[in-house]
Structure formats: structure tokens, C-alpha cells
Nanobody, 115 residues
Framework: QVQLVESGGGLVQPGGSLRLSCAVS????????MGWYRQAPGKQREFIAT???????NYADSVKGRFTISRDNAKNTVYLQMNSLKPEDTAVYYC?????????WGQGTQVTVSP
């Protein structure tokens, strides 16, 4: 059974940083493409970053240059380093495969960027 558990969210001031973690069980992350997604209040969930099986990273334009996706194969964990955070980054953040599978969505972790 595949399980993805996100953590690391919180309240941060504009310009601050957070690192999100996604602990994965039931699938080996180096065998699949992994992604981070987010859903802001009143908006649809959107893709923001992916790391492929081969380690290639891609980002949505809205986060490019500020966010970095990485993975630790030994821990089977995917990370999202978020720098220069803006109020518009406020959302619930999720990890999943890329493309995402409906049955793999977890609870997500809330990120709030506010003075």
C-alpha cells in the first residue's frame, strides 16, 4: 500500500524559507517521477515541481528560482526547499507521483505566508 506523508509546513513571514518533506512508503522514489503540488484557498490544485527517475528537475514558472525539489533515496523521502516565500505561496502542499494518482493524495501540509 502506497502512503505519502507530508510535513514541514507552518507560518512564515514574506521572504522567509521552509523545507517540506514527503515520506514515501510502498513505492521506491528513485523508480518513479515524483512531484509537489499545492492548492490555495478557492483554487484548483496545481503542479509546482517534479524530479524524474533520472534526477531531472522541472518547476512551474511561479516558483522557478525560489523552490528546489530534491530526494533522499536512502530515506525514500522527497523534499521541497522553499525560499523567498510570498503571500501568494499560501496553500496546502502535497506530494504525489508525477503525473499524480488520485488514490495517492495524502493530507498535505499547510504553508501560510503572512507578515
Amino acid at each position: 500500500q502506497v502512503q505519502l506523508v507530508e510535513s514541514g509546513g507552518g507560518l512564515v513571514q514574506p521572504g522567509g524559507s521552509l523545507r517540506l518533506s514527503c515520506a514515501v512508503s510502498g513505492v521506491i522514489i528513485s523508480d518513479v517521477n515524483m512531484g509537489w503540488y499545492r492548492q490555495a484557498p478557492g483554487k484548483q490544485r496545481e503542479f509546482i515541481a517534479t524530479i524524474t527517475r533520472g534526477g531531472v528537475r522541472n518547476y512551474a514558472d511561479s516558483v522557478k528560482g525560489r523552490f528546489t525539489i530534491s530526494r533522499d533515496n536512502a530515506k525514500n523521502t522527497v523534499y521541497l526547499q522553499m525560499n523567498s516565500l510570498k503571500p501568494e505561496d499560501t496553500a496546502v502542499y502535497y506530494c504525489n507521483l508525477q503525473p499524480a494518482l488520485i488514490s495517492y493524495w495524502g493530507q498535505g501540509t499547510q504553508v501560510t505566508v503572512s507578515p
